[in-house]
T-cell receptor
Framework: GEDVEQSLFLSVREGDSSVINCTYTDSSSTYLYWYKQEPGAGLQLLTYIFSNMDMKQDQRLTVLLNKKDKHLSLRIADTQTGDSAIYFCAETRGSARQLTFGSGTQLTVLP | NAGVTQTPKFRVLKTGQSMTLLCAQDMNHEYMYWYRQDPGMGLRLIHYSVGEGTTAKGEVPDGYNVSRLKKQNFLLGLESAAPSQTSVYFC?????????????????FGPGTRLTVL
């Protein structure tokens, strides 16, 4: 089910910032993740944030977490054509350490 | 290290045929997962395993069976394929890295198997 929600598409110009948004429903989630999927490939972890943090920065990536609103965002600064991919947010659930994924946001970077 | 590998990469089946998808990982991970990916629906968990000899149902288990006889391998079987099972199938594995909480779950994904059922 769509317990983790994302918009399906985002287009930005090369050099601009991209912001991909995600809402989740499980307030007990301890870790939230952003995965990247390049065409024809599997998913790869991009970054993660622990639930007691509001923000995490990693080079061009900034993750913001608003626990009150159950909102997670990923900002990519100076977006490049190589950033074109599908981005999935995910949360850890269950004792078996399952991940629940959003539907994915297709980011297209225009020259 | 090869990481997570999947066999085959592509397959076309006729309705009613059976097949097995193989996932192998060389990272000595305890946890392994099978997902299907359909357009606009993200990844949905089919079955998973928390260790050798164990399997459990995920979100969409109907029509699939799994086995984990060896720690490094996780097999997904379709006994009687249906067109609704046309999808891209991903295998993933994970473990508990030291220094992070037990709930931390970075999963390592294989390249996927594209299955078409006619």
């Amino acid at each position: 089910g769509e317990d983790v929600e994302q918009s399906l598409f985002l287009s930005v110009r090369e050099g601009d910032s991209s912001v991909i948004n995600c809402t989740y429903t499980d307030s007990s989630s301890t870790y939230l993740y952003w995965y990247k999927q390049e065409p024809g490939a599997g998913l790869q972890l991009l970054t993660y944030i622990f639930s007691n943090m509001d923000m995490k920065q990693d080079q061009r990536l900034t993750v913001l977490l608003n626990k009150k609103d159950k909102h997670l965002s990923l900002r990519i600064a100076d977006t490049q054509t190589g950033d074109s991919a599908i981005y999935f947010c995910a949360e850890t659930r269950g004792s078996a350490r399952q991940l629940t994924f959003g539907s994915g946001t297709q980011l297209t970077v225009l020259p | 290290n090869a990481g997570v590998t999947q066999t085959p990469k592509f397959r076309v089946l006729k309705t009613g045929q059976s097949m097995t998808l193989l996932c192998a990982q060389d990272m000595n991970h305890e946890y392994m997962y099978w997902y299907r990916q359909d357009p606009g629906m993200g990844l949905r968990l089919i079955h998973y395993s928390v260790g050798e000899g164990t399997t459990a149902k995920g979100e969409v288990p109907d029509g699939y069976n799994v086995s984990r006889l060896k720690k490094q391998n996780f097999l997904l079987g379709l006994e009687s394929a249906a067109p609704s099972q046309t999808s891209v199938y991903f295998c993933a594995s994970s473990d508990s890295p030291p220094g992070l909480r037990r709930e931390y779950n970075e999963q390592f994904f294989g390249p996927g198997t594209r299955l078409t059922v006619l």
